[in-house]
């Protein structure tokens, strides 16, 4: 429950499905659409749009409390794995939500 917050049904399934969706330096977009199809039933338009936009979000502040914890030398709070996440991966997870997008609508197909 460390992420959980009052916000939309998306960015709750954003954070649960990103942590479940790191395998190493690749992100899996398969796994990631069958954690949105048990969650939603059939991905529509309307919903992998609102998933996009807090997708975004989530992306964005992970990087900002990057920034903070670093800037504030708090880095010994975080565990060891997040201790190895190095922000160059988030940077490219943030660049490339528009892509993951785009490959969830294909396998959807």
């Known amino acids: ?14 954070v649960f499905a990103t942590k479940h969706c790191m395998r190493e330096e690749q992100f899996d977009t ?14 529509t338009d309307d919903i992998l ?6 997708f975004l ?8 409390e990057k920034i903070y914890f670093y800037q504030y030398d708090i880095l010994d709070l975080y565990d060891e794995r997040q201790m190895r996440d190095n922000w160059n991966w988030w940077y ?5 939500v528009d892509t993951i997008m785009s490959e969830l609508r294909e396998i959807g197909e």
Not at 92 to 96: I, P, S, T, V
């Open 92 to 96: 490219q997870l943030y660049q490339n």
């Open 30 to 43: 398969c796994y990631l659409y069958e954690i949105l199809k048990q969650y939603y039933g059939k991905l």
């Open 49 to 54: 749009d609102k998933y996009r936009i807090s």
């Open 57 to 64: 979000f989530y992306t964005l502040k992970v990087l900002m």
């Open 1 to 14: 429950f460390d992420e959980a917050s009052i916000c939309t049904e998306e960015y709750e399934l954003v």
